[in-house]
């Protein structure tokens, strides 16, 4: 699904990440350490094409990333869910807005989609306050806005940026355990985070492969869970 093959990114002259290869494959799930600074937050915008690489190869759904052409790339990226660290909204748009912000991008008519995005806001728990501006949201209830946009176009991939970064520990359970039902849908997971208490918990939930940031390389960080 999105493949890297001696990827390496550069900025001003050095060397962030270097020979990366990765294959996120279908139903897979990935978590990404290292210390701040390290790129995670590269290394995901590569995987979503919104970074190229200064060497070697990416492809996503089989397209070498290279020769796609800028529609090519933002069609891939529809079947790209991202949450980001930085989670960013349409402060004068209510909840419900927001959330289904992609599907008014991408063409799509919203009424027909209205049933959709209530089973999707209901699903995150937020049903209640799709009224609500973002102002008003709790740092959980806006970390679970995030996620609903995110896959409200049914990405078959979903790359998570600290997504539990700025929640409590009750919020960040239940952030984890929407992203374990979404794997076990079938969607490809990768979550970005520092938190090793968050990968022990799901320990009992998910097998999932934990890979490390060290030294501008991706390595394994020990067994699979």
Not at 181 to 186: C, S
Request: net charge neutral.
């Amino acid at each position: 699904m999105i493949e890297l093959e001696q990827v390496a990114m550069s900025y001003g002259g050095g060397e962030l990440l270097g020979d990366i290869s990765l294959t996120l494959s279908p139903g897979s799930f990935h978590f990404l350490t290292g210390p701040s600074g390290a790129g995670k937050t590269t290394f995901l915008k590569l995987c979503y094409g919104a970074l190229l690489p200064t060497a070697g190869h990416i492809r996503l759904f089989g397209a070498d990333l290279r020769t796609m052409s800028r529609d090519d790339v933002a069609l891939a990226r529809r079947r790209i869910g991202v949450v980001h660290q930085d989670v960013q909204f349409l402060e004068h748009l209510p909840l419900a807005d927001n959330v289904a912000l992609p599907l008014i991008v991408s063409g799509h008519d919203r009424d027909s989609e209205a049933e959709n995005l209530r089973e999707l806001l209901n699903w995150v728990g937020l049903s209640k306050r799709a009224d609500a501006l973002p102002a008003e949201l709790s740092g959980g209830e806006r970390q679970r806005a995030a996620l609903a946009r995110a896959v409200i176009m049914s990405p078959e991939v979903i790359l998570a940026d600290e997504p539990t970064g700025n929640i409590d520990w009750e919020m960040s359970q239940r952030l984890l355990q929407l992203l374990v039902e979404l794997n076990r849908m079938g969607k490809t997971i990768m979550i970005a985070t520092h938190d090793m208490n968050l990968i022990r918990a799901a320990k009992t939930q998910v097998q999932a492969r934990v890979l490390r940031i060290s030294q501008r390389r991706l390595q394994a960080a020990g067994a699979d869970l």
